[in-house]
């Protein structure tokens, strides 16, 4: 990585930390001769990037800098800090995780780990445990499929206009016979690993950003007897730009979710009472574990409304897990969603529109808590992570 290079942004200087939390995210999506960001200086206002291999400096870099960090600056402007829901302090021990990590995750490409031995036991142990937790209220299992559709769902709801950044949209080679001959010819002679921008065709389905979403779709036109519980494990996938660390960020990672449909005082209760199965978890684990009131990291320059609507209405809950460091990642999230879902989907709760909720754990982050307070020898792992 290179040297890092400094970049004026006026509005940056005199920011506080609470309105500049986002800057260094939006960052990774601002130009693509970023490699990382080396520093943040809200008293002089500027940011250090650090460039990719080959790139340079440029004009364009500069505006697109300035212009994501004025965004993202904009995006908190109604947004007032929030004190903490719900706290619980625990032993952290800083450098298991990366030893951990160095013993038994194999990295593949940007954002893509294998997990092997011990890594990938404690990922079925968290998985059969949270499934558990799911069970308590009576949350029937199903499985999905890991791509989902943009004809419906996505568009009405406007998901592309508010997380851009972080679509994996699919393609294939068209269904012909001399398209397909040539490239598996080219392919043959030249070592071809895509076909060319003109030769791919679009699936019109993307890699599932959120395990929920296969389950309101399956739901379109619904008329429910009573409030139902539904909870999937299922791999979910986020661009990340160059901010991938395997258990803490990655590509494709997986997702133990619970959805609730019904009325309002159904979901509300039942949320309530994940909450709290969630948080019997981190005692059980014994984790540094902390409530917040959370905001999603919507596309910066989309996200002044939206973040401060979440903020205010306190609809989406996360749990966040120390791991080492003074790092916390959100590991778990209890989002209300109103009739977001189920009006598009015309989901009803007998002649009612229903309301909905969804609870996501992510194993990959729970794993990393774990690690962090327990170490990475399993036979030191609590008892319901050992079975």
């Not at 012909?176 to 065709?201: C, N, S, T, V, Y």
């Amino acid at each position: 990585m290179s040297a890092a290079h400094w970049i004026d942004v006026p509005r940056l200087a005199g920011a506080s930390a609470h309105q500049a939390q986002a800057v260094d995210a939006d960052l990774a999506f601002a130009h693509p001769a970023i490699a990382g960001v080396r520093a943040i200086d809200r008293e002089r206002g500027r940011v250090a990037v650090a460039l990719a291999d080959g790139a340079a400096a440029s004009p364009d870099l500069e505006a697109q800098v300035a212009a994501a960090v004025t965004a993202s600056l904009a995006s908190f402007r109604l947004v007032a800090a929030t004190e903490t829901v719900w706290r619980r302090p625990g032993i952290v021990d800083d450098a298991a995780l990366a030893a951990f990590v160095a013993a038994n995750v194999i990295t593949l490409g940007p954002g893509q780990y294998a997990l092997r031995g011990p890594a990938a036991r404690l990922r079925a142990a968290l998985d059969a445990r949270l499934a558990r937790l799911a069970a308590e209220v009576d949350a029937e299992p199903w499985h999905l499929p890991s791509i989902e559709s943009t004809s419906d769902l996505l568009r009405l709801t406007g998901y592309f206009s508010s997380h851009p950044q972080h679509v994996t949209w699919g393609f294939h080679l068209p269904p012909h016979f001399d398209e397909l001959k040539r490239f598996a010819r080219d392919a043959r002679a030249d070592g071809l690993a895509a076909p060319p921008p003109e030769r791919a065709q679009p699936t019109g389905f993307i890699l599932e950003p959120f395990v929920c979403h296969n389950v309101y779709r399956a739901l379109r036109g619904a008329r429910l007897p009573h409030g139902q519980a539904v909870t999937a494990l299922g791999n979910s996938y986020r661009y990340e730009g160059h901010r991938f660390a395997p258990l803490e960020r990655q590509w494709e990672f997986s997702m133990r979710e619970a959805v609730l449909l019904g009325e309002r005082d159904y979901v509300v209760a039942t949320r309530t009472r994940l909450i709290e199965l969630t948080q019997a978890l981190c005692d059980e684990l014994d984790l540094d574990a902390a409530l917040e009131v959370a905001t999603d990291p919507f596309f910066a320059a989309e996200a002044a409304s939206l973040r401060t609507f979440q903020a205010m209405r306190s609809t989406k809950l996360e749990l966040r897990l120390a791991i080492g460091g003074g790092a916390t990642v959100a590991a778990a999230s209890f989002n209300l969603h109103g009739g977001c879902f189920a009006t598009p989907m015309d989901i009803r709760r007998g002649d009612d529109l229903a309301e909905t909720a969804c609870v996501g754990w992510g194993l990959e982050r729970w794993m990393a808590a774990v690690v962090t307070r327990w170490g990475g020898d399993p036979a030191r792992w609590p008892a319901a992570l050992r079975a």
